[in-house]
Each structure stands twice: as structure tokens, then as C-alpha cells.
């Protein structure tokens, strides 16, 4: 069962999709996945929340200057490193299995629910350390309380979208996922907001 209010509308929603789907003739697919992460290769989208809370944009901004300290939650977790364990995808491979899924539909796939995930876990201190060796700068890390609801381990098995759709994870890996949000942030350390980032759209520009 979901143990916070995000996973909890996640499921109502999915619910309520299938509902209309029974009702209505709904077609659709489900795609689950926790962590998308990374930047696209040619660094013109990136990941920008306001406010930020997602840990590998906020790694990298503090490994940038633009905030004094990360903060890991909790260290006692049952894990390797006793941080917490979260499955990543890169958003390069999340829009594949985008694609993968519409064109499933076209061709007459029924509704289905599929896990995205590479299938691996990495924990805090992982992404932590990574990011300190992609970068080369250090910055501040310190520890806090653990926070209501964290689990200590969320890692997706893909084998049904993989044995159906053919989609696996290309860029899978850590380092990966990190350099390509690394690259972008580096060059746009102000996100969207800082008049630098341009999106192609029909032929146009959305700045």
C-alpha cells in the first residue's frame, strides 16, 4: 500500500484510468517509474524544479555553489551504506518507452500496466560520490532526520515491458544519468529562468 499521498494519487489515478478504460473504451498503457533523471545529450532540456527537490539536481546545484550543503535523510536505513536505495531512469530512455508504448496502442495492444527501471538501485551516498567524481568539486554533505514515509528501498523490475515491448535501458547507469544533468546545469545554472535555455518547437523557439 502507498505510504505518503503521492503514491496514493498515483494509484487513485490509475484506478480511475482503468474505470474509464472498461467504461468508456479507454485505450491505454501505464507507465511506472520513480526517478527520471539526466539531461539530453545535446543539453537543451534539463531538469528544473522550483522549488528543487529532487536529490541529483540539488547534488550538482550545490556542486555548482548555488546551495551551501546537500542534505542525505536519514542513515540508518537496512541498506549497504544505510541511505536510501532508489532505482533511476535516465529521461532519454523514459521517452523511449514512451514511443514504445504509443505505437503499442496503434497496433492493438490491449491496456497494460509496465514498471520502468534499470533494475538497480543506487543509494544517497552513491549519487553523492558520483557526483563528486563527475563533477571534480566537493561540497558540503550532512546528515538529517529520516523523513515520514521514505522507504528504504524502491528498485523496478522491467522484465514485462522488456519481454513485450522489446524496451531496455540504455542509459542506465549512474555516471551516466549524472554527466548529462551535469552538463546541462552547468551551462544553465539559473534553470529555465535564466534566459539561456531555448526550446525547438514546429519550427519555432520557447524561451
Known amino acids: ?21 472498461v467504461a468508456y473504451g479507454l485505450k491505454y498503457i501505464i507507465l511506472r517509474y520513480f526517478n527520471a533523471a539526466g539531461a539530453d545529450p545535446e543539453g537543451e532540456l534539463g531538469e528544473d524544479h522550483q522549488p528543487e527537490t529532487h536529490l541529483i539536481p540539488l547534488v550538482l546545484q550545490a556542486a555548482l555553489g ?23 531512469i535516465h529521461v532519454t530512455d523514459l521517452a523511449a518507452a514512451h514511443v514504445l508504448a ?9 491496456p497494460g500496466v509496465y514498471n520502468l527501471g534499470i533494475e538497480r538501485g543506487y543509494s ?13 568539486r566537493d561540497f ?31 542509459c542506465g547507469d549512474l555516471e551516466t544519468i549524472i554527466r548529462t544533468a551535469w552538463e546541462w546545469h ?13 526550446l525547438s518547437i514546429a519550427g519555432g523557439r520557447f524561451s
Do not use: Q
Open 140 to 170: 558540503p554533505v550532512v546528515e538529517g532526520d529520516r523523513r515520514p514515509g521514505d522507504p528504504a528501498v524502491l528498485v523496478a523490475s522491467s522484465r514485462r515491458i522488456r519481454e513485450e515491448l522489446g524496451w531496455w535501458p540504455r
Open 66 to 88: 548555488l546551495r551551501p550543503k546537500v542534505t542525505i535523510f536519514g542513515t540508518g536505513y537496512p541498506t549497504p551504506d544505510g541511505t536510501c536505495v532508489r532505482d533511476y
Open 186 to 198: 552547468r551551462r544553465h545554472p539559473g534553470g529555465y529562468g535564466d534566459g539561456t535555455c531555448c
Open 124 to 136: 544517497v551516498r552513491e549519487v553523492v560520490e558520483v557526483a563528486r567524481r563527475v563533477t571534480g
Open 1 to 21: 500500500m502507498p505510504t505518503n499521498p503521492y503514491g496514493a494519487t498515483k494509484l487513485a489515478f490509475e484506478e480511475a484510468l482503468r474505470w474509464y478504460g
Open 102 to 110: 504509443l505505437r503499442a496502442l496503434e497496433g492493438g495492444l490491449p
